[in-house]
């Protein structure tokens, strides 16, 4: 495993695994497999692991807090706030970073993580109600505090990273990234890079479709790519087809389509630190071979013009193309 310091401070393994979809957005899965594959990650190496309060809600957190009971030495856990949850529903009904919301969430992550300090505690959205300095301010509070170790946001625009990271270091900045969805290459990359904040790539296999083994028949009841428009049945056909040249690219580099475009992630900038959503153990053993693909600058050139974006049919969230995440559910 490789090692690398994201944002300067924390030590993580160069692959992270998100954990999301043992609990939640992907249909169910058995606990005991999670927790099995979960442990197999720690003895490859992988100690960077990504969950949030809103996924479940809850469980998600709950399960990695079982799992790693006796494991605390070995793991670098990163979780999220930013969102309202209906007590008696448990459904996403709003945003809220609000200084005391902040703090109540953070003292109910602690306990369902069952750990001492939060080492990565990032804003999942930012609230357009709450200036983002009171926010930031209040995670400020917990790094003071000793409950939280450093700092992130998602999906953050440039200036209100930048107004974040004058209020209090930003270690991490987690936005999707994969080859279908490359907003971050213009300007929000550099801009990390030039802040010392680690770029974290969510679905950085576009949730699976950049494995090529992903079919529409996979889409369970509760599955959240059901109302994705990417997925949908009037779009995947035609974008399943735009896999054909990656397909070509990964057997002339003796690889899997899904470490092909890891590594081109990765080789893309040093600053990238990809969290892959695996529950199985096989998945997971794959994607880490992704560390031994070496990619030149020709090879990314062809792995980023094997799928022209203006191809793509569908937006990545559901509410149209600025659409930050899916009305429908808590993702
Ligand atoms: N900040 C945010 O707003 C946000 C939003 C979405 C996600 N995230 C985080 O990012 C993490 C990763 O994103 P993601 O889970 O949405 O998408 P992803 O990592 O792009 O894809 C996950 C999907 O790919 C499948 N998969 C993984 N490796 C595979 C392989 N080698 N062969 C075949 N299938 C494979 C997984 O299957 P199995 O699970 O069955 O192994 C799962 O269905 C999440 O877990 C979550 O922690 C954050």
């Given at each position: 495993?490789?090692?690398?310091?994201?944002?300067?401070?924390?030590?993580?393994?160069?692959?992270?695994?998100?954990?999301?979809?043992?609990?939640?957005?992907?249909?169910?899965?058995?606990?005991?497999?999670?927790?099995?594959?979960?442990?197999?990650?720690?003895?490859?190496?992988?100690?960077?692991?990504?969950?949030?309060?809103?996924?479940?809600?809850?469980?998600?957190?709950?399960?990695?807090?079982?799992?790693?009971?006796?494991?605390?030495?070995?793991?670098?856990?990163?979780?999220?706030?930013?969102?309202?949850?209906?007590?008696?529903?448990?459904?996403?009904?709003g945003f809220n970073s609000n200084p005391e919301h902040v703090k109540a969430v953070?003292?109910?992550?602690?306990?369902?993580?069952?750990?001492?300090?939060?080492?990565?505690?990032?804003?999942?959205?930012?609230?357009?109600?709450?200036?983002?300095?009171?926010?930031?301010?209040?995670?400020?509070?917990?790094?003071?505090?000793?409950?939280?170790?450093?700092?992130?946001?998602?999906?953050?625009?440039?200036?209100?990273?930048?107004?974040?990271?004058?209020?209090?270091?930003?270690?991490?900045?987690?936005?999707?990234?994969?080859?279908?969805?490359?907003?971050?290459?213009?300007?929000?990359?550099?801009?990390?890079?030039?802040?010392?904040?680690?770029?974290?790539?969510y679905s950085p296999l576009g949730r699976g479709f950049f494995t090529g083994k992903?079919?529409?028949?996979?889409?369970?009841?509760?599955?959240?790519?059901?109302?994705?428009?990417?997925?949908?049945?009037?779009?995947?056909?035609?974008?399943?087809?735009?896999?054909?040249?990656?397909?070509?690219?990964?057997?002339?580099?003796?690889?899997?389509?899904?470490?092909?475009?890891?590594?081109?992630?990765?080789?893309?900038?040093?600053?990238?630190?990809p969290i892959v959503g695996v529950r199985r153990m096989q998945h997971l053993e794959?994607?880490?071979?992704?560390?031994?693909?070496?990619?030149?600058?020709?090879?990314?050139?062809?792995?980023?013009?094997?799928?022209?974006?203006?191809?793509?049919?569908?937006?990545?969230?559901?509410?149209?193309?600025?659409?930050?995440?899916?009305?429908?559910?808590?993702?």
């Amino acid at each position: 495993m490789k090692y690398q310091k994201l944002g300067n401070k924390l030590n993580v393994s160069k692959i992270g695994i998100g954990c999301m979809g043992m609990s939640f957005a992907y249909g169910e899965y058995p606990e005991a497999e999670s927790i099995k594959t979960l442990h197999h990650a720690i003895e490859l190496g992988v100690n960077f692991f990504d969950t949030a309060e809103c996924y479940g809600p809850y469980r998600n957190e709950i399960l990695l807090g079982k799992a790693f009971k006796h494991k605390r030495d070995k793991v670098i856990i990163a979780t999220k706030f930013g969102f309202a949850i209906d007590p008696s529903t448990e459904k996403v009904i709003g945003f809220n970073s609000n200084p005391e919301h902040v703090k109540a969430v953070a003292e109910a992550s602690l306990k369902r993580l069952g750990v001492e300090v939060i080492d990565l505690f990032y804003q999942h959205r930012v609230d357009p109600e709450v200036p983002i300095e009171e926010t930031v301010g209040a995670m400020a509070q917990l790094v003071k505090e000793g409950k939280v170790r450093a700092l992130g946001l998602s999906e953050a625009e440039p200036d209100e990273i930048k107004r974040a990271h004058a209020t209090h270091p930003i270690t991490a900045l987690q936005s999707e990234y994969s080859l279908w969805t490359r907003s971050v290459e213009h300007e929000i990359l550099p801009l990390c890079k030039e802040l010392g904040i680690g770029f974290v790539p969510y679905s950085p296999l576009g949730r699976g479709f950049f494995t090529g083994k992903f079919t529409r028949e996979m889409i369970s009841k509760n599955d959240f790519r059901s109302v994705l428009p990417r997925f949908s049945e009037d779009n995947f056909d035609s974008n399943q087809k735009l896999l054909k040249n990656l397909n070509e690219i990964a057997k002339e580099k003796q690889c899997t389509m899904a470490q092909l475009v890891l590594a081109w992630l990765m080789h893309q900038d040093e600053n990238i630190f990809p969290i892959v959503g695996v529950r199985r153990m096989q998945h997971l053993e794959e994607n880490l071979n992704s560390l031994n693909v070496k990619l030149d600058e020709n090879d990314q050139k062809r792995i980023s013009e094997a799928l022209p974006l203006d191809q793509v049919k569908g937006d990545r969230y559901s509410g149209g193309p600025k659409a930050k995440q899916a009305i429908v559910t808590s993702n």
